[in-house]
């Protein structure tokens, strides 16, 4: 058996245990995907596989290694995240949404599934960039890719390419589990579309926000 063949097979093995694993960008997700409906859903997950594999191209080029050798660097990009998870937990708990959408022009979560769709358009683009942002704000993320992608690349092969093969592998992985998710609330799409249940998964939503941007806040580089 070949060692690429070895290598790949031991990091789907690992990234998918990884991915199975709760987070900011799962709670992410899924706040999109039951408020704002899939295709909320899925612009968040495609905003935050981008993120990852901007992370990832950037450790294949060198480019994380800054975060891992630069305290300034470091403390910028960790600061700049934790106040942005803070900013966003904090509107999400002051002033929780009661309809699918803040902008839907007056469609509300009992106008069906016409509105369900009306608002789902209206929310898929700022929820793919909240997706993107919140994840290339995570400095982590780059530290995890810097430390974790070297560990399955075999002897001979070139560094970039298959540092690239790897980030991409992840990023699918992650699509893959997130759209089991997303498709996981449609059938709930009824109850989670009420006015309470939008109210208490954007305040739910916030405090997961803050609870990261809390924790990111106190992590240490190294």
Same mark, same amino acid.
């Given at each position: 058996?070949?060692?690429?063949?070895?290598?790949?097979?031991?990091?789907?093995?690992?990234?998918?245990?990884?991915?199975?694993?709760?987070?900011?960008?799962?709670?992410?997700?899924?706040?999109?995907?039951?408020?704002?409906?899939?295709?909320?859903?899925?612009?968040?997950?495609?905003?935050?596989?981008?993120?990852?594999?901007?992370?990832?191209?950037?450790?294949?080029?060198?480019?994380?290694?800054?975060?891992?050798?630069?305290?300034?660097?470091?403390?910028?990009?960790?600061?700049?995240?934790?106040?942005?998870?803070?900013?966003?937990?904090?509107?999400?708990?002051?002033?929780?949404?009661?309809?699918?959408?803040?902008?839907?022009?007056?469609?509300?979560?009992?106008?069906?599934?016409?509105?369900?769709?009306?608002?789902?358009?209206?929310?898929?683009?700022?929820?793919?960039?909240?997706?993107?942002?919140?994840?290339?704000?995570?400095?982590?993320?780059?530290?995890?890719?810097? !430390?974790?992608?070297?560990?399955?690349?075999?002897? +001979?092969?070139? &560094?970039? %390419? #298959?540092? @690239?093969? *790897? =980030?991409?592998?992840?990023?699918?992985?992650?699509?893959?589990?997130?759209?089991?998710?997303?498709?996981?609330?449609?059938?709930?799409?009824?109850?989670?579309?009420?006015?309470? !249940?939008?109210?208490?998964?954007?305040?739910?939503? +916030?405090?997961? &926000?803050? %609870? #990261?941007? @809390?924790? *990111? =806040?106190?992590?240490?580089?190294?």
């Amino acid at each position: 058996m070949s060692p690429v063949f070895l290598s790949l097979t031991s990091f789907v093995l690992a990234a998918g245990v990884f991915t199975l694993v709760p987070g900011l960008d799962t709670a992410f997700v899924l706040r999109s995907a039951t408020t704002s409906g899939p295709r909320a859903g899925f612009s968040a997950a495609f905003g935050i596989t981008l993120g990852l594999f901007i992370w990832g191209a950037s450790a294949a080029f060198g480019l994380t290694a800054l975060l891992a050798a630069s305290k300034l660097a470091f403390t910028i990009v960790k600061w700049a995240g934790a106040l942005y998870l803070f900013n966003v937990g904090i509107r999400l708990l002051l002033k929780p949404r009661t309809r699918l959408a803040p902008d839907s022009g007056g469609v509300s979560a009992d106008d069906g599934l016409s509105g369900r769709r009306i608002a789902a358009q209206i929310g898929a683009f700022p929820s793919f960039r909240q997706g993107l942002v919140t994840n290339l704000l995570n400095p982590k993320v780059g530290i995890f890719f810097i !430390t974790f992608l070297p560990q399955f690349i075999p002897h +001979g092969v070139n &560094f970039v %390419a #298959f540092s @690239l093969l *790897l =980030a991409a592998i992840q990023v699918m992985l992650t699509l893959s589990w997130f759209s089991l998710l997303i498709m996981m609330t449609v059938p709930l799409s009824a109850f989670l579309s009420r006015p309470r !249940t939008v109210r208490m998964l954007d305040r739910l939503t +916030g405090g997961v &926000f803050m %609870a #990261f941007g @809390l924790r *990111l =806040a106190l992590e240490r580089q190294g």
